[in-house]
């Protein structure tokens, strides 16, 4: 019964190393060079990297959570749904709608102009920052960030929603406390990290408000980017 679900958590583990391999090395190299210096394409890069593996994380949780679905609700059929083509089909999806999203991102920055001389109050190069500091006009930019949110954030979180109610009404249908609490423990460790995953990213958004301070934003993007992907593998070695 486990196996697509240890092979969903493969992908989130390469996925989570490759999120912090994003941003942190080039800090750490800021660091000791005492340089924080970073090319404008190289910047644009680094954004790609990023809202790529950030909207796998996304994706690859509507994943597990659909998984954890069918393990509760459907168990008896759990081998015949999930089955390996279907597993590989989540995933070549997820793949390809994130480096989509991550596309459509950039080449609405390459549309911007910029000043000579550019100062980002940030460890990194987070989209936001790359508006504030544009000289021409952000309004279609914006539109654009929020409607992939809602697409790209609102609609799988909708769907793990959605995966949860259902489980925990088939939970509730258990007759055994031993049951409920086995079929409750099977899907702990995903409802922990979704819980992470989606608090941080929201304290990211917030923080990064005008009206909030570089040092807020920049404390809510430490927890999102490092802390959080971090605590995932600690998260699932406490798996039942």
Not at 201 to 208: E, H, K, P, Q, T
Request: charged content about 10%; hydrophobic content about 50%; overall charge positive.
């Amino acid at each position: 019964l486990h196996q697509p679900m240890y092979h969903f958590l493969r992908n989130l583990s390469f996925v989570d190393i490759c999120f912090i391999s994003t941003t942190i090395p080039k800090m750490l190299v800021n660091i000791q060079t005492q340089s924080q210096v970073i090319t404008y394409k190289g910047c644009v890069t680094q954004v790609y990297i990023f809202m790529l593996f950030g909207a796998l994380d996304d994706f690859l949780l509507t994943v597990m959570a659909y998984d954890c679905f069918v393990a509760i609700c459907r168990p008896l059929y759990y081998i015949v749904i999930m089955n390996p083509r279907l597993c590989r089909l989540l995933l070549l999806v997820s793949w390809i709608m994130s480096a989509l999203f991550s596309l459509l991102q950039c080449l609405m920055v390459w549309r911007l102009s910029f000043c000579t001389v550019l100062k980002i109050s940030h460890f990194f190069c987070e989209i936001s920052q790359l508006l504030q500091l544009a000289c021409s006009d952000t309004l279609l930019n914006n539109l654009v960030i929020y409607l992939s949110a809602v697409l790209l954030a609102g609609v799988p979180f909708a769907g793990i929603l959605y995966s949860y109610s259902k489980i925990v009404s088939c939970i509730c249908g258990i007759p055994s406390a031993q049951g409920k609490f086995k079929a409750f423990s099977t899907c702990m460790s995903h409802l922990s990290v979704v819980f992470l995953f989606y608090c941080t990213g929201l304290g990211v958004n917030l923080s990064s408000a005008p009206a909030h301070s570089s040092h807020a934003g920049a404390v809510a993007s430490v927890m999102y980017t490092v802390v959080t992907p971090m605590l995932n593998p600690v998260v699932y070695k406490s798996k039942p």
